[in-house]
């Protein structure tokens, strides 16, 4: 299986910074079907990213993603305080469909 | 707009078997394309894919799992449900029902059930 290494496995942050966010796949994420999703606690995961790169509706600008092949990223331009949670990659080129670890995002 | 609500025991004993059903409404579970899915949460394995079915029957699931999982459909009442047996400790976790695109991101999710393995 296609196994996601999110790093780093905590951010510590202010609000108006800029977080980067990695996901690294032990294979090439086929066809780029590689999405981020962000979770709040007692809440499911939503989704922000797919394909890379598209953000799902109603997912403001601030949010972007990049990357291909094995490495990927998602990037927040400005932290809002309701930005402040935990963050997913899922690949869903290949079966079976796997997620990373997770990043948390905290307030600093 | 879609919604997906999980119900079942929140708590199943050592080796028997876990039944859970999610109704989904605000639409039909006959969407051409997309497939229904469980997928469970827990802090020892992170987000895990159990399964994903189809409204035809077409279903997949995970190898890991395969021996003791089974998915299936109820187009009459617009419900899709899991099955899991002999289970242990290890499979206590937040199960969710989804749905997922035709390529496999999930587009919606339901609230999410514990689900607690103890004698």
């Known amino acids: 299986e296609n196994v996601l290494t999110q790093s780093p496995g905590t951010l510590s942050l202010s609000p108006g910074e800029r977080a980067t966010l990695s996901c690294r796949a032990s294979?090439?994420?086929?066809?780029?079907?590689l999405a981020w999703y962000q979770q709040k606690p007692g809440q499911p995961p939503r989704l922000l990213i797919y394909g890379v790169s598209t953000r799902a509706p109603g997912i403001p600008d601030r949010f972007g993603g990049s990357g291909s092949g094995t490495d990927f990223t998602l990037t927040v331009s400005r932290l809002e305080p309701e930005d402040f949670a935990m963050y997913f990659c899922?690949?869903?080129?290949?079966?079976?469909?796997?997620f990373g670890g997770g990043t948390k995002v905290e307030i600093k | 707009q879609l919604q997906l609500h999980e119900s079942g025991p929140g708590q199943v004993k050592p080796s028997e078997t876990l039944s859970l059903t999610c109704t989904v409404s605000?639409?039909?579970?006959?969407?051409?394309?997309?497939?229904w899915a469980w997928i469970r949460q827990s802090p020892g394995t992170g987000l895990q894919w159990i399964a994903s079915?189809?409204?035809?029957?077409?279903?997949y699931d995970n190898e890991s799992l395969r021996s003791r999982v089974a998915i299936f459909v109820d187009t009459s009442k617009n419900q899709f449900s899991l099955r899991l047996n002999s289970v242990t400790a290890a499979d206590t976790a937040v199960y969710y029902c989804v749905l997922l695109s035709r390529e496999g991101r999930v587009d919606s999710w339901g609230q999410g059930t514990l689900v607690t393995v103890s004698s």
């Open positions: 899922q690949q869903y080129g290949d079966s079976p469909l796997t």
């Open positions: 294979q090439s994420v086929s066809a780029n079907y």
């Open positions: 079915i189809h409204y035809s029957g077409r279903f």
């Open positions: 605000g639409g039909s579970i006959m969407i051409r394309t997309d497939y």
